[in-house]
């Protein structure tokens, strides 16, 4: 095991966010980890030491009066060697109020959730006494808690494979996908439906490139679209964006934007960055 953090703090600090952004940067994450199986589930790293290199683990006040042992799990840890960080998330009351407020969840403790806060407070007192980092959410955004996480870690946050997309290509007549982040419409192409020989092939189909790559105005299009999608990736990146999906319509999804789509997956991969392709239209029949 080459890094193991332990995440704890207030409930509503940001605990949950945090185990993901660690997910985000390829650990392996466990929630709300029984203080009973932090040794047996050491014992598991330690013999799967490819699998399980950087771990992150999240204990709260749900372990209860388990807590007390804490302390005893940090002395397992020095015994076996271990490096480990401990990182305490925390807000101000008012702001944890807020926050509480604005989902309109109940405090984990059951009280209500002034009364709440001040028992977790009395609760998870031991671990923050031993936190190596703490840090205060009360005014971060996800993007700065994210850049935060990435230096303790000492993760290049900002690196292109901390990024994941998805292009997908897909016909308008069947709906704009869900999750798409960025939509474009290529229907401005002359459609290849309408020549015959063309009509049952797909974009993936050399016929059906060659027609397309003849359009003149292609070229100066995909220069600016291309630029376009390369300029703004480094500011998703920076406002803490994990997963992004660019949706790349024509009329059917079977010509001009499964085209448009594969051409922009391997810009975007030549480019370094991790691609995912999908044509989710492409046998849909006609």
């Known amino acids: 095991m080459t890094k193991l953090y332990i995440i704890s703090g207030m409930s509503g600090a940001g605990k949950s966010q945090t185990l993901k952004i660690f997910e985000d940067f390829g650990f392996e994450c466990v929630d709300n980890m029984p203080v009973v199986m932090f040794q047996p589930f050491l014992d598991i790293c330690l013999k799967n030491k490819d699998k399980y290199k950087n771990v992150a683990i999240s204990i709260d006040s749900r372990a209860g009066k388990d807590l007390s042992h804490f302390k005893e799990i940090l002395v397992v840890l020095k015994n076996k060697k271990i490096k480990y960080k401990v990182i305490f998330l925390d807000a101000t009351d008012k702001v944890l109020i807020r926050r509480y407020s604005e989902t309109r969840r109940r405090h984990p403790l059951g009280e209500s959730v002034s009364l709440g806060i001040s028992l977790e407070r009395g609760i998870i007192k031991d671990i923050f006494e031993v936190a190596d980092e703490v840090i205060d959410t009360s005014v971060l955004t996800i993007g700065e808690l994210k850049k935060t996480i990435s230096i303790i870690a000492k993760v290049n946050q900002f690196g292109r494979q901390y990024l994941n997309i998805s292009v997908v290509s897909f016909g308008y007549k069947y709906g704009v996908p869900n999750d798409a982040d960025i939509v474009y419409d290529v229907r401005f192409i002359t459609n290849p439906n309408y020549v015959y020989e063309l009509k049952y092939k797909t974009g993936q189909n050399k016929a059906v490139k060659d027609y397309i790559k003849k359009q003149k105005e292609l070229k100066g ?43 922009l997956a391997n810009f975007l991969k030549s480019q370094k960055y991790k691609v995912q392709l999908n044509h989710r239209d492409i046998l849909q029949s006609r």
Do not use: D, N, Q
Not at 249 to 262: L, N
């Open 221 to 263: 299009f995909f220069s600016m679209f291309s630029k376009l999608i390369e300029f703004t990736l480094p500011y998703y990146i920076k406002e803490g964006k994990s997963y992004l999906t660019i949706a790349v319509g024509c009329t059917g999804g079977r010509h001009r934007s499964v085209f448009i789509a594969e051409k």
